[in-house]
């Protein structure tokens, strides 16, 4: 028989991860059977991740709003719904909401393989306004 997971609380994002207002629902959690993650998370106009890297990648599919994302020394993108974006493995990188507009995206990805040692996810600096401002792009 299928297990039901409950869904748990909305948690607002840490302001170690996060510039603005942003808050996520956890749709895969860690700790069960599976080993993807997922995550569909919601941010406020302006709002965005640190620049972070995934030892396995990173999927992100807009659901609604507009949004940007950059890898590091990239220029930044213009994201909408229905794009699907691959961040592949251990490459710096940031996404969030464009600055007039909300944005909300699954963001999916896998733990790590049994006995491999390190986070899942790694946290660097935040995104400084002149990084999140640049448009050169579009």
Not at 47 to 59: D, E, F, Y
């Amino acid at each position: 028989m299928s297990e039901i997971l409950k869904k748990p609380e909305s948690a607002k994002g840490p302001a170690e991860w996060f510039t603005g207002d942003v808050w996520f629902d956890v749709i895969a959690p860690s700790g069960g059977p599976q080993q993807g993650r997922c995550n569909s998370v919601h941010f406020a106009p302006g709002a965005r991740t640190a620049w972070h890297k995934h030892a396995n990648g990173q999927l992100l599919h807009v659901t609604e709003g507009v949004g940007l994302t950059q890898v590091r020394g990239g220029e930044i993108v213009v994201i909408r719904p229905g794009d699907t974006v691959w961040c592949p493995a251990d490459v710096w990188h940031w996404h969030g909401a464009a600055p007039d507009r909300f944005m909300t995206h699954l963001a999916v990805w896998d733990s790590l393989a049994e006995g491999r040692q390190g986070p899942e996810t790694e946290w660097a600096e935040h995104v400084t306004d002149t990084e999140y401002n640049d448009r050169r792009s579009s």
